[in-house]
């Protein structure tokens, strides 16, 4: 399980205090940093999470594959970029429920949305851990929702834009 540290990611540490079998990488040197590093060793769960200030985008990008879901925590709303790189590679994705706005229809289907509660991302990753064909349908759902947003279809449409400019 991978995701970002930061002030609103104690419930999430929370709800990993109760899943033994899990273990977390969280990544951010945001000011919540060294306070999630004391509740982890506070919840007795500091030798299953490993705490990384930062991971370059290319290193983060080539190793989502080898997680097994993706909790965002979002406190601004929209659909964050760790959401689209998790989103390509077909990594399940576990997200606040937004109330700043709508929530984004790529999360709202294809994407288990929580209130940031540690007993609802308890009750998340308990069923996707529970239920390894769900994992992958989300997955692969999610994938195909922003196929449209890969790199190669963009590049086509600008080169078409500008070999009809030219």
Aim: charged letters at 25%; aromatic letters at 4%; hydrophobic letters at 40%.
């Amino acid at each position: 399980m991978l995701f970002r540290s930061g002030g609103g990611r104690r419930p999430v540490l929370h709800a990993v205090s109760k899943i033994p079998e899990l273990h977390c990488v969280l990544i951010g040197d945001g000011p919540y940093h060294e306070e999630l590093k004391r509740l982890a060793d506070e919840l007795g769960i500091a030798e299953r999470c490993e705490f990384m200030r930062s991971v370059a985008n290319e290193v983060l990008c080539r190793t989502l594959k080898d997680y097994d879901i993706l909790i965002s925590v979002n406190d601004v709303g929209g659909v964050s970029k760790v959401d689209l790189e998790a989103a390509h590679v077909g990594l399940p994705v576990i997200t606040n429920a937004h109330h700043i706005e709508r929530q984004p229809e790529v999360l709202e289907e294809n994407c288990l949305v929580v209130e940031a509660t540690p007993a609802a991302y308890e009750a998340a990753l308990r069923r996707l851990l529970a239920d390894e064909s769900l994992r992958a349908h989300l997955g692969s759902d999610l994938r195909r929702s922003v196929a449209h947003l890969r790199g190669e279809r963009s590049e086509a449409a600008y080169v078409s834009v500008y070999r009809s400019l030219l």
